[in-house]
């Protein structure tokens, strides 16, 4: 027994395998850009890593010079101090 149907809906594999294909390529071609913008964020964070160590290592030498001069002059004054409480006795 044969039953017509006239609301028969059918699927068209070759176009969905096209819109697959063209969805897929889009999606690896923006993972690619997006590799490339991380590479280049990867680089730029590392040169300022670089950068901001090469400054700490400065301002640690800065803060040795100031440290020593500092110890040199309370060293000055207390001789000086000393100075002058032994001439006043």
Same mark, same amino acid.
């Given at each position: 027994?044969? %039953?017509?149907?006239?609301? &028969?809906? @059918?699927?068209?594999?070759?176009?969905? @395998?096209?819109?697959?294909?063209?969805? @897929?390529?889009?999606?690896? /071609?923006? *993972?690619?850009? $997006? /590799? !490339?913008?991380? $590479?280049?964020?990867?680089?730029?964070?590392?040169?300022?890593?670089?950068?901001?160590? !090469? /400054? *700490?290592?400065?301002? /640690?030498?800065?803060? =040795?010079?100031? $440290?020593? =001069?500092?110890?040199?002059?309370?060293?000055?004054?207390? %001789? %000086?101090?000393?100075? @002058? &409480?032994? !001439?006043? %006795?």
């Amino acid at each position: 027994m044969e %039953k017509n149907v006239n609301d &028969l809906l @059918t699927v068209d594999y070759d176009a969905l @395998t096209t819109l697959n294909i063209s969805a @897929t390529q889009a999606l690896n /071609k923006e *993972i690619d850009e $997006l /590799k !490339a913008k991380l $590479l280049v964020n990867e680089m730029n964070l590392h040169e300022n890593f670089v950068e901001q160590e !090469a /400054k *700490i290592d400065e301002l /640690k030498v800065g803060n =040795r010079n100031l $440290l020593h =001069r500092l110890e040199l002059i309370e060293s000055l004054l207390s %001789k %000086k101090s000393s100075g @002058t &409480l032994n !001439a006043s %006795k």
